[in-house]
């Protein structure tokens, strides 16, 4: 990756509405909304509400399935060079192990990123709710691509982030993207009913930043400790500055995704990117991997001095 700034998986569909503002090929890569083994409408509307300091979603399985995907979107973003990580999901192991295969060795595909918010048909939690079933899945994607990067998308409210960032590690996952939309609602006054037709939603947006960040700070002091190998985070969740692109990254990640900002500023991938380079000159970083994790080693004295 030429910089450690991404979009995350959802707000940039595949990429033909952001070429318009951000010139593609210059994002360290672009991440796809979600394929799915078959075509989907998603979710009736509204599916999309703002809320303070965020967006509520609940798209459901809009996507053009892998034909599609495969026909018409991947040879355009391959044909604009573009770094593409294609974010695969399903309701049972064997969509991620099918998916997986179908696009293993393709041309413009530089990895892919595992969704495990989704509830499993045959287990009921989401597979990011349960360590063995995450590894399972991880497990299954790697025996079918295994020269392919992978990444393992992970919920920022099942309790068990660490447990199963280190369950998914151990399968053979190549790094970890964190963290996905936390389940959420709002009610809309005046209809007397939640805002969204599916009820509850996935809270993105600046509200979601503070536990992001806590998740990536989790995580990554348990590979500082020798809990589980260390492995890259890319690290999303209400990234709307430079500034904020730092805090994530002091607290581990080695590259920051951009979401819903993108709906609000269709330019902000490099704009960020400007803001995180004035930052880390302003404070003295020579480069980028410097910063990366250092608020884990920052101590304080008793006098308070760091």
């Not at 044909?79 to 990580?85: H, K, L, M, P």
């Not at 393992?152 to 369950?167: I, R």
Request: proline share 7%.
């Amino acid at each position: 990756m030429p910089n450690p700034l991404s979009t995350a998986a959802g707000c940039a569909g595949f990429g033909r509405e952001l070429a318009r503002f951000t010139p593609l090929d210059q994002l360290g890569t672009l991440t796809t909304r979600t394929v799915l083994p078959r075509a989907g409408a998603g979710a009736a509307g509204p599916r999309v509400v703002p809320v303070p300091a965020g967006v509520l979603n609940a798209v459901g399985g809009q996507n053009p399935g892998v034909e599609g995907f495969l026909r018409r979107e991947l040879p355009w973003l391959a044909e604009r060079g573009v770094r593409t990580v294609v974010s695969i999901g399903g309701h049972r192991l064997e969509d991620f192990a099918e998916l997986a295969a179908r696009l293993a060795g393709r041309d413009g595909v530089r990895g892919l990123e595992l969704n495990l918010s989704a509830p499993g048909a045959d287990r009921g939690a989401p597979f990011a709710a349960n360590p063995a079933v995450s590894y399972d899945v991880v497990a299954a994607v790697k025996a079918v691509a295994p020269g392919l990067p992978v990444y393992a998308k992970l919920a920022p409210d099942t309790g068990t982030v660490t447990e199963v960032a280190a369950a998914c590690v151990a399968a053979g996952a190549d790094g970890l993207s964190m963290v996905n939309t936390a389940r959420a609602m709002a009610i809309d006054l005046d209809a007397r009913r939640p805002a969204l037709a599916a009820g509850a939603g996935g809270l993105s947006g600046p509200a979601l930043r503070p536990i992001a960040v806590h998740c990536v700070f989790q995580v990554h002091a348990a590979m500082r400790a020798g809990r589980m190998p260390a492995v890259p985070i890319l690290a999303m969740g209400g990234v709307r500055t430079g500034r904020d692109a730092l805090e994530f990254t002091l607290a581990g990640a080695s590259g920051v995704a951009v979401g819903s900002e993108l709906l609000r500023d269709p330019t902000a991938p490099l704009r960020i990117l400007d803001e995180l380079r004035a930052e880390l000159t302003t404070r003295g970083f020579a480069a980028y991997t410097d910063a990366v994790g250092l608020a884990h080693r920052t101590t304080t004295t008793e006098d308070g001095r760091q």
